[in-house]
C-alpha cells in the first residue's frame, strides 16, 4: 500500500499543498498567503480537504454524504487516481498540471493552476479526456474543489458572511451580503453525535438562464470573515 505524500507548489506570494492519499485520490490541502500565518485546525476535523475536481457522469451519482445539488462527493470522484503532475515557468505565470485517471470510465482528468508574479490570486481549469472504448456523457465538471474555507473557527457560521452580486442592467455589480444561517448553511451539533453524519446535504448556488451569462447574477462570490481578517473572492 503506497504511503501519502506531499505535492508543494508555490509563487512568490502564493503556496499550494496537494496531498496524494493511500487511497491515491488528490486532494488541495492549502491556498496559502505566504504573508499568512497559519492557521489552527478546524474544531471539527482534523482534515477538510476535498479531491481537486469533481466529475459527474450520467449514471454515476454521489456518496450518501452530500446530494447533487452540492456539486461534490460524486462516486467518479473517489475513483480518480493520481497518475503524475508536472510543473512549468516563464516569465509571465507558473503552471502546475495535475492528472488523475478513473480505471472503470476511462476518463483523465488534468487540473491546471495557474499563478503571476506579485499576485496572490489562483487560476484553476479542468479538462477531460475519455481514454476508454466506450462512449461517456459528461454531466459536470468543476473547475476547483476547495475545502476547509472556513477552518480555525469554532462558529464558522456566525463569524463568516457569504456574499454574491446581482447584475441588471441598470444597476451592476450590486454585492449583498448574507448571514450563513439564512442561507441553511450552519450547525446544530450533529457531526459531534458521532453518529456518521460528516457532512450537509446544504447548498447555496446562483444561476443564470440563457446564453448571457452575467444577465442577472454575476457569476463571482466571496466568503469574508466579519472582523476582515480574511476574504475568499472567486
Known amino acids: 500500500m503506497a504511503k501519502p505524500w506531499n505535492i508543494s507548489w508555490q509563487s512568490n506570494v ?3 499543498i496537494l496531498t496524494v492519499g493511500i ?3 488528490v486532494r488541495l ?3 496559502q498567503h505566504l504573508s499568512e500565518h497559519p492557521r489552527d485546525p478546524s474544531s471539527l476535523f482534523e482534515d477538510a480537504s ?3 475536481t469533481d466529475i459527474r457522469l450520467a449514471g454515476e451519482g454521489t456518496d450518501d454524504t452530500k446530494s447533487s445539488k452540492t456539486l461534490i462527493c460524486g462516486l467518479v470522484t473517489e475513483r480518480l487516481k493520481y497518475r503524475s503532475h508536472h510543473t512549468a515557468t516563464t516569465d509571465t505565470q507558473q503552471t502546475l498540471e495535475v492528472k488523475s485517471h478513473d480505471d472503470v470510465s476511462g ?7 495557474v499563478t503571476y508574479p506579485d499576485t496572490p490570486a489562483l487560476r484553476c481549469f479542468a479538462t477531460v479526456h475519455n481514454e476508454g472504448a466506450e462512449r461517456v456523457v ?3 465538471v468543476n473547475s476547483l474543489v476547495v475545502g476547509g474555507m472556513a477552518n480555525g473557527s469554532r462558529k464558522w457560521w456566525d463569524e463568516y458572511i457569504a456574499a454574491s452580486a446581482t447584475n441588471t442592467w441598470f444597476r451592476e455589480a450590486q454585492w449583498h451580503d448574507h448571514d450563513l444561517p439564512s442561507l441553511g448553511l450552519d450547525s446544530i451539533g450533529v ?3 458521532n453518529q456518521g453524519h460528516v457532512g450537509s446535504h446544504a447548498a447555496y448556488s446562483v444561476v443564470n438562464r440563457g446564453n448571457f451569462s452575467s444577465g442577472g447574477m454575476l457569476p463571482m462570490g466571496m466568503l469574508r470573515r466579519r ?3 480574511e476574504t475568499w473572492l472567486w
Open 107 to 113: 476518463i483523465t482528468v488534468t487540473t491546471t493552476f
Open 138 to 140: 459528461l454531466c459536470q
Open 14 to 16: 502564493l503556496h499550494i
Open 191 to 193: 457531526v459531534e453525535l
Open 29 to 31: 490541502a492549502k491556498i
Open 227 to 229: 472582523d476582515d481578517k
Open 50 to 52: 476535498l479531491p481537486l
Open 23 to 25: 487511497d491515491q485520490i
